[in-house]
């Protein structure tokens, strides 16, 4: 199974950089402050956009008073829409990202030139391209979800097989999706690997799920599930080739990375995902829309 390929300063995707456009890799122009894309795929309609920027001494641009992001987006070498990017902090006040909501009418190779203000002085950023799916890989949204039996601690009352969280939330692992799904309230599923993740942004996100149980508990129902099989010690579970074992929901899922956060409705259909990382503010506002 591929793993995330993830920038670890910043916790974002480092999605098939370099090569051609037409093996759906994307492709970087050289010079000025760098673009890090932060999605594996996109698809036609909605996404969330998300993308980190570099400067020239290599270090990370964050939100700070009179900075903005504008991006550009083009196909065909055609300007077909605008949209203002928000700031996102991954960890608060340590590393994040800029992000916007985007609708795509077409498949093929698009471009995006950001456009990056500070103190009314507008820079250079490094155009990039990338392919747009006509289909997601992934369960996208208005999917149905699907009705995963994960381990909880009704079956298996070791935690420690169930999450590799320092200190795991028992609420988060008393429901099997499949449950959630009949209970006809909103769902919230991340999947995470807080001690195998290959950067330190899954315990986060983790993190911010729980936060939203704490806020939202009562209006709908919270689930932690790790991409791979534990043993009674919470290690990596070894497969016939000595490798890890995914876990059936992330196959059911049809998930190649991780971590990803979804957002169900009452009707059992995928209302927003997030993928890399999931801010509070994100995730609160996908529940509320789901809540109505």
């Not at 309609?45 to 400067?55: E, S, V």
Request: overall charge negative; some cysteine.
């Amino acid at each position: 199974m591929r793993r995330l390929v993830i920038l670890a300063a910043l916790g974002l995707v480092a999605a098939a950089c370099g090569g051609g456009g037409d093996d759906g890799t994307l492709t970087l122009e050289e010079g000025g402050i760098t673009p890090i894309p932060g999605n594996s795929e996109l698809v036609v309609g909605p996404n969330r956009f998300a993308l980190a920027l570099i400067d020239v001494d290599n270090r990370p641009i964050l939100e700070e008073p009179g900075t903005s992001v504008l991006l550009r987006f083009f196909f065909e070498d055609e300007l077909k829409f605008e949209q203002d990017a928000s700031f996102t902090w991954a960890i608060p006040d340590a590393n994040g990202f800029f992000a916007a909501s985007v609708d795509f009418d077409q498949a093929g190779q698009w471009q995006v030139e950001p456009v990056l203000t500070r103190d009314g002085e507008e820079t250079g950023v490094r155009r990039f391209t990338f392919p747009v799916r006509e289909e997601s890989q992934y369960p996208d949204i208005g999917d149905p979800a699907p009705p995963s039996a994960n381990l909880t601690l009704k079956e298996e009352p070791n935690i420690r097989r169930l999450s590799t969280d320092e200190e795991p939330e028992p609420a988060l692992y008393q429901m099997t999706v499949a449950e959630a799904l009949q209970a006809g309230k909103p769902l919230v599923v991340v999947f995470a690997t807080p001690a195998f993740c290959q950067t330190r942004f899954c315990g986060p996100v983790v993190d911010n799920v729980e936060a939203m149980w704490q806020e939202y508990g009562d209006q709908g129902n919270f689930i932690h599930i790790e991409p791979f099989e534990l043993d009674a010690e919470g290690q990596l579970a070894a497969g016939a080739q000595g490798g890890p074992v995914v876990s059936a929901p992330m196959l059911e899922w049809q998930l190649q990375t991780e971590p990803w956060v979804f957002v169900v409705d009452a009707d059992g259909r995928i209302a927003a995902r997030f993928e890399g990382t999931a801010s509070p503010d994100e995730i609160r506002d996908a529940i509320q829309a789901a809540l109505g």
